[in-house]
């Protein structure tokens, strides 16, 4: 419904970013915007491509399958410690 001022108050009511991203290249402005939020994300190998220059662990879980990917939103929403280790992963690649 048109432009959004600041996605801050709209990440703030989420514990998990999605982005299933089948395609794409570069950096993936969708999971960034959530790891600046402290909001980890689950994504594909496609989504994670271009993610970790330095290596660090990614911010979130990577799942390629409809059950991984839900075997990851399960873990993070259950798991606080995995969560906030996603959680500093994406803060320290950002």
Known sequence: ??????????????RVNFAPLRFGAGIKGKITDGW???VPC?????GAEGL????????????????????????????DEKWFECVSNGRRIM
């Open 1 to 14: 419904h048109g432009p959004v001022g600041s996605l801050d108050p709209l990440f703030a009511k989420f």
């Open 36 to 38: 600046h939020r402290g």
């Open 42 to 46: 689950i994504t594909t190998r496609i």
């Open 52 to 79: 970790n220059p330095n290596k660090h662990p990614f911010g979130g879980i990577v799942a390629n399958t409809e059950d991984e990917i839900i075997r990851a939103a399960t873990t993070l929403v259950n798991d």
